[in-house]
């Protein structure tokens, strides 16, 4: 019950939050949300990694680095070179590697999965078609025309995931547009 009310006030919370917005429209509203929702995860899976994350990838570098030294006496023998490189895995890499693994779902679970997921749920029954009915006098975000002539009508949660894949293929383009800019111009100020 406790939860249940927790939920209902950060729903209304955001809805408080979100309302202005619609007077641009639903599809703007819920393009905006989803932008936002991933500019902040894009920051905080960025900035957040716990201790034991930072440790298990310094640790699994180390002997990852160990390994390929090791792989690297297969000039002079071989065999040896491929015993080392096994047992140096059998030994700690493995180990190490499954923990860093875990540890890096886990953090990414928690700063990327988590809110975007909950953002969608959110969205997906503030704008259901009902609600979008009520507050915009249509039951759909806009009509989508196909090849076979019929229309198909788009709604809240899926505008949501395309905005969501929409921001991160504008921020990849987005940096290495920056990139590139920032390669020029350091080519450009070099004295000649």
Request: net charge positive; hydrophobic share 45%.
């Amino acid at each position: 019950m406790i939860i249940l009310n927790a939920l209902k006030y950060v729903q209304g919370a955001l809805d408080t939050l979100f309302s202005p917005l619609h007077v641009l429209g639903p599809a703007a509203t819920i393009m905006i949300i989803a932008f936002l929702i991933a500019s902040a995860v894009k920051l905080f899976t960025k900035s957040f990694k716990t201790k034991r994350y930072k440790e298990l990838e310094k640790e699994f570098y180390y002997w990852y680095d160990i390994k390929q030294q090791a792989l690297e006496v297969q000039d002079t023998d071989p065999e040896k070179a491929k015993e080392l490189g096994r047992n140096i895995d059998k030994a700690k890499l493995n180990k190490v590697y499954y923990d860093y693994f875990f540890e890096g779902l886990l953090n990414n679970l928690l700063t990327m999965y988590i809110p975007i997921f909950m953002m969608l749920g959110y969205v997906n029954y503030t704008y259901r078609p009902q609600a979008l009915e009520a507050m915009f006098g249509k039951s759909y975000l806009f009509l989508l025309p196909w090849f076979n002539g019929k229309q198909y009508e788009i709604g809240a949660a899926f505008w949501y995931v395309f905005c969501i894949l929409l921001f991160y293929v504008l921020s990849f383009i987005a940096k290495i547009l920056f990139k590139n800019i920032r390669r020029k111009n350091r080519i450009n100020s070099m004295p000649a």
